[in-house]
């Protein structure tokens, strides 16, 4: 009760964290429902109808194939964030496991996983992406898992040093001496405290990985046309924008950036939230 | 009016703003310093000691704010000075040191720079310094100070000296446009023992040279004894006494300052015999009583509670003043 | 002085050989997972069986992958990075050409983050809670949410498309223009050492956009920074000793809050570019420029390899040069460093 009061609180003192919140909300639903909410068939074309600026009809206009942009923008919701989470999940994992045994053992296991994330910080991280992709071939899965290991490295790297400084905690030692076995103690007394940092990394995460997925698309590498994804969306929409039809790539392109920008205010709240002194 | 004050604190009292509201640190504190003599503020952190001469010198935080009270320094009253006029004085008419020496000077600037600078800041329109002049001047500063082999040290990064070293180049830097105040705010804290007692003798000897007075803020009543001429005792941001160190040291009126002193390590007083101070400083986020000791003092009366306590001649000295309804 | 920087340098640059070894291991490795016959695109669509089978032995296709690493090796040691099939051109000759595109598009991004940016976080610092403070977290919170590719298309639509200010986004120069004798590679540079003002407007004209676009993204962690880190050195102790020290307030803020603020900031500098570097494939796409960015996009798209495998190796081999500048900048400034070595 009295935890549940002081969120309450928290939110109350950040309206732009419980805007972002209700909107993350809503897109959620939105992606849950899309199929449910959509007007139209996200991939049936009507020729008769192509570039149709935005009406009562058709909310955000049609594209080139005389497709429905909004039931494709709120189809793409799905692809998109579905993309960015699985993303995510997947760096924090691995990020998280090599992190920890990094920290926790040192010596070897610690020197190779710091060659590791140093070579793959040694790459311009988009241009690995796109390569990751176009070597494993154009699907969502292969999206899915270049941008894990792109981001994997900032897990591994926040989780070794926290894991660090606790290393040395008291309540370590104590569990030691209890007779824990080394794993144990990695997994029932370290990584639970390791988990806030962990999850504001996350929020923070979310945005930049859809960001990364979206652009892998427009330029061509991963979901393929006629999926409905907000990055092929844009890039279709690009020849349309010098001949004046906006609403192509407009569209897709605003839901992108509120998208993010909504996971970001989440990531900062969260974090002042949890670590107020990181606050900048 | 005595012509021989130098400074005088009135009636100084400051608030600052924070989350939980308004927070009344100072309640009208006074002080009065003579040319020349050594004045020092003892008392617990967070008594207010620091926010007293971050008030006088016009660089309190900007979430504080003065409410009320007079700062007369030489005749003038520095809270009514334009900010530019006050930056010309501070420096230059009164200087202050800091404790942590280390942290206190720029760390990416060579010291006699830093000496330099001040110089600059308060050269005369019409006879300026030479640049020559100027790294002369620093050495000469750096070497009053007794920091041996000075025109190398004029090049160090504070980085590069120790702690003590550090506290002899702020206090070159403090003491460079020779002010006629020092305030000295913890000056050896953070120093090693034998340091703290060099740099003490030192400020001593530069201000009985320069005929400079010292305001020693510290929560060393040894330290106070040792080098002041009178101690200012503050609590909660109220001075409850204020006397000769010889007529404190003897009979100390305050109870507050009485526990004090009985809760000051001393050769051949075990810790179990040590005596502490019950409780603990007030919230002053609350409304306070008009004596912020009563709360914690043993001999609290019901006539403590009424308003107007201020500080008073004791009867036998007229210089021993106590702000107390129930002295000892 | 001269000496220490020498060696830093040096010690520096060998210390980067095992990663840019593994950087060139790893992209080898990725690159024959492309998809496609190299051998069969060289050999063109009508040729046979046994001329697609010559070309693969020509190009030592069919070495197991150790001896063609190997050959690889051995040939960018002498400064050879294959050939690109689609250009027909060695690659070297492709990266050097496209190069500076790139660079004079990245630096000026950055230097139009830097322009606004600085300013911005200093002010913002020092007026906290003004209303410049709450723009200043306004865009760095936006605009790093802002999709590049989005970005640029909306600058496209209002300015080329709705106002007529900005040429149409086709590359560095328009379509009447030639390009300045190649001195450094950068247009604007060139032009105004031929004192030819009419090219240099016209390449500034269309480099204005894609270098916004880059900017707008560069600008929040910057502007961020300088915030962020000045707040913090504003607070303390030896701020403190400067005032109580009567020093005038633009020296407080210039030779001792900002000198102290400069190291993270310089750090960040240093992400940033090497951040953009990555995204420029996004910006020359939209803009249709012809940098080292979409030619690498291209290859990848064709499955050719040399100019991927060069177009990272280049980059990388940047990066270690920045990290080098960050590095000796920020020794230049903070004393301490160049003892910590």
């Given at each position: 009760m009295k935890r549940s009061l002081e969120w309450r609180y928290l939110l109350l003192q950040n309206p732009l964290t419980l805007a972002a919140l209700v909107v993350f909300i809503l897109v959620v639903l939105c992606a849950i429902f899309a199929p449910w909410l959509t007007p139209y068939d996200p991939f049936a074309s009507d020729t008769a109808n192509s570039l149709q600026a935005p009406s009562a009809a058709h909310w955000f206009g049609t594209d080139q194939l005389g497709r429905d942009m909004f039931s494709r923008v709120l189809m793409g919701t799905r692809m998109d964030l579905g993309i960015a989470i699985a993303a995510v999940f997947l760096a924090a994992a691995i990020g998280t496991f090599l992190g920890a045994c990094a920290g926790f053992y040192g010596g070897y296991v610690d020197t190779a996983v710091g060659r590791g994330v140093d070579i793959i910080m040694a790459f311009p991280l988009f241009v690995l992406a796109m390569a990751i992709v176009a070597a494993l071939g154009n699907s969502v899965a292969n999206v899915v898992y270049a941008s894990a290991i792109i981001n994997m490295p900032f897990y591994v790297r926040v989780v070794r040093s926290e894991i660090l400084v606790l290393k040395g905690a008291g309540f370590v030692e104590a569990a030691r001496l209890c007779g824990n076995s080394n794993s144990r103690i990695l997994w029932s007394q370290l990584l639970p405290n390791v988990s806030a940092p962990l999850v504001v990394q996350m929020s923070l995460n979310m945005g930049w990985s859809m960001l990364n997925a979206a652009s892998l698309s427009f330029v061509g590498l991963g979901i393929r046309p006629p999926s409905p994804e907000w990055g092929i969306m844009v890039a279709e929409g690009a020849q349309y924008i010098i001949s004046g039809q906006w609403w192509v790539a407009l569209f897709p392109g605003l839901a992108l950036t509120l998208v993010v920008l909504c996971f970001n205010l989440l990531g900062d709240g969260l974090r002042d939230i949890i670590d107020p002194r990181r606050r900048t | 009016m005595n012509t021989n004050v130098l400074l005088q604190v009135q009636d100084l009292s400051v608030a600052f703003a924070t989350r939980h509201g308004q927070v009344a640190v100072l309640d009208k504190v006074n002080l009065t310093l003579h040319k020349g003599e050594t004045l020092a503020i003892v008392g617990e952190?967070?008594?207010?000691k620091s926010v007293t001469s971050f008030a006088a010198l016009g660089i309190l935080d900007p979430a504080g704010k003065v409410t009320h009270g007079r700062v007369i320094f030489d005749g003038r009253n520095l809270l009514d000075l334009p900010p530019a006029e006050m930056r010309k004085l501070r420096g230059r008419e009164l200087a202050m040191i800091f404790q942590n020496p280390r942290s206190a000077l720029n760390p990416i600037r060579k010291v006699g720079h830093q000496i330099e600078d001040v110089l600059t800041a308060h050269n005369s329109l019409s006879h300026p310094l030479t640049r020559k002049e100027k790294k002369a001047a620093a050495i000469a500063q750096l070497e009053a100070v007794k920091i041996t082999d000075p025109a190398r040290r004029y090049?160090?990064?504070?980085?590069?000296?120790?702690g003590g070293m550090c506290q002899r180049v702020m206090i070159a830097i403090a003491l460079a446009c020779k002010p006629r105040l020092l305030i000295a705010d913890e000056p050896t804290t953070g120093l090693d023992v034998t340091t703290q007692v060099v740099i003490m003798d030192l400020i001593q000897e530069l201000a009985a040279a320069n005929n400079m007075a010292t305001l020693l803020i510290t929560h060393d009543l040894g330290l106070a004894a040792d080098y002041c001429s009178r101690v200012a005792v503050m609590h909660a941001g109220q001075v409850l006494e204020d006397a000769p160190v010889a007529s404190l040291f003897r009979a100390a009126r305050h109870p507050y300052t009485a526990r004090l002193m009985a809760a000051t390590p001393q050769p051949g007083i075990t810790l179990e015999r040590l005596a502490f101070i019950p409780g603990q400083l007030p919230d002053l986020r609350e409304a306070q009583p008009p004596c912020r000791f009563s709360s914690r003092c043993d001999r609290y009366r019901p006539e403590c509670n009424a308003p107007g306590l201020t500080l008073v001649s004791r009867p036998e000295n007229a210089s021993h003043l106590i702000a107390c309804r129930n002295p000892l | 002085m001269q000496n220490t920087f020498f060696t830093l340098i040096s010690r520096r640059l060998l210390g980067a050989i095992p990663s840019l070894f593994a950087v060139i291991v790893v992209t080898f490795v990725i690159m024959r997972l492309l998809p496609g016959d190299p051998a069969a695109f060289f050999a063109g669509a009508a040729a046979t069986e046994e001329a697609i089978a010559q070309i693969r032995t020509q190009l030592g296709l069919d070495e197991s992958m150790f001896q063609q690493f190997w050959i690889y090796l051995q040939a960018l040691a002498q400064g050879d990075m294959g050939r690109s099939?689609?250009?027909?051109?060695p690659v070297t000759t492709d990266l050097l050409e496209r190069l500076p595109a790139s660079l004079e598009l990245t630096l000026l991004g950055l230097v139009m983050a830097i322009v606004v940016g600085l300013p911005l976080g200093i002010l913002a610092a020092t007026r906290p809670n003004s209303w410049i403070d709450h723009l200043c977290r306004l865009l760095t919170t936006s605009g790093v949410c802002l999709p590049t590719f989005f970005t640029g298309l909306v600058l496209i639509y209002i300015f080329y498309y709705l106002l007529g200010w900005a040429p149409a986004p086709m590359g560095r120069l328009d379509l009447f223009s030639s390009p300045p004798d190649k001195v450094t590679g950068f247009y604007l540079i060139d032009s105004l050492l031929m004192g030819d003002w009419e090219l240099f407007n016209s390449a500034l004209a269309q480099l204005i956009l894609p270098a916004i676009t880059l900017g707008l993204f560069a600008l929040a962690p910057l502007a961020r920074m300088t915030r962020a880190g000045l707040l913090g050195v504003l607070n303390s102790d030896f701020i403190r000793t400067a005032h109580a020290n009567g020093l005038p307030r633009h020296v407080i803020l210039l030779s001792y809050a900002l000198r102290n603020t400069l190291l993270p900031v310089i750090n960040t500098m240093g992400m940033v570019f090497s951040y953009l570097l990555g995204i420029n494939v996004l910006v020359e796409k939209v803009f249709a420029w012809p940098g080292v960015g979409s030619y690498a996009l291209e290859a990848l798209m064709a499955s050719d390899y040399s100019p991927v495998q060069g177009f990272v190796l280049a980059i990388a081999v940047l990066y270690v040069l920045l990290n080098l500048t960050v590095d000796l900048t920020c020794s230049l400034i903070d004393p301490r460093m160049e003892a910590a070595r």
């Open positions: - | 952190s967070g008594s207010g090049n160090a990064y504070p980085y590069e000296l120790s | 099939f689609t250009t027909g051109q």
